[in-house]
T-cell receptor, first 113, second 114 residues
Framework: GIQVEQSPPDLILQEGANSTLRCNFS?????LQWFHQNPWGQLINLFY???GTKQNGRLSATTVATERYSLLYISSSQTTDSGVYFC???????????????FGQGTELSVKP | EAGVAQSPRYKIIEKRQSVAFWCNPI?????LYWYQQILGQGPKLLIQ????????DSQLPKDRFSAERLKGVDSTLKIQPAKLEDSAVYLC????????????FGQGTRLTVV
């Protein structure tokens, strides 16, 4: 099945710093989402971005589908950005199966005041 | 617009007991998913419904786990009997369509089996 690798696994930043999180995937996808899992465990949608670039405030994301990777940029980080960031992808398999999100292992971000 | 609703938020049971989780998806979403997230890992799909039919249950431990989505709206996931390794967060998600459609997650149910 499709493999999703995220890097780095852990990241510690000082408040105000910028960061880039990476997601590599092993096959063509028709869906890619970035999530932030808050300390209470809820997955918050950040971006639905199977290709191209999107921005939302201090966050932006770029997916280069032909090269099978996506990047999540966090600028001017705040302590509330702490948590685990997940990348998830899906592709349609043969015989019309699939359409399910496969998650990476996540990047745990800690922003210090 | 209301999000995906799940209950209960927390549950503690003894091993060999049974437990059930409930999920109400976003209105109009045909596809519903149950995921299991073990501490320190990414969520793993257990079962996927399209309306009231099962699309994928290949990762569901069918000897102890069952799920249904009657009338194609809300869904229940049951574990009977529970094992210690079932301790995890159980997440429900829904999407408008099965293909290339953004998925939204509920707050999850944290299960502890003692």
């Amino acid at each position: 099945g499709i493999q999703v690798e995220q890097s780095p696994p852990d990241l510690i930043l000082q408040e105000g710093a910028n960061s880039t999180l990476r997601c590599n995937f092993s096959d063509s996808v028709n869906n890619l989402q970035w999530f932030h899992q808050n300390p209470w465990g809820q997955l918050i949608n950040l971006f639905y971005i199977p290709s191209g670039t999107k921005q939302n405030g201090r966050l932006s994301a770029t997916t280069v589908a032909t090269e099978r990777y996506s990047l999540l940029y966090i600028s001017s980080s705040q302590t509330t950005d702490s948590g685990v960031y997940f990348c998830a992808v899906d592709r349609i398999m043969i015989y019309n199966q699939g359409g399910k999100l496969i998650f990476g292992q996540g990047t745990e971000l800690s922003v210090k005041p | 617009e209301a999000g995906v609703a799940q209950s209960p938020r927390y549950k503690i049971i003894e091993k060999r007991q049974s437990v059930a989780f409930w999920c109400n998806p976003i209105s109009g979403h045909a596809t519903l998913y149950w995921y299991q997230q073990i501490l320190g890992q990414g969520p793993k799909l257990l079962i996927q419904f399209q309306n009231n039919g099962v699309v994928d249950d290949s990762q569901l431990p069918k000897d102890r786990f069952s799920a249904e989505r009657l009338k194609g709206v809300d869904s229940t996931l049951k574990i009977q009997p529970a094992k210690l390794e079932d301790s995890a967060v159980y997440l429900c998600a829904s999407s408008f369509a099965r293909v290339a459609s953004e998925a939204f997650f509920g707050q999850g149910t944290r299960l502890t089996v003692v």
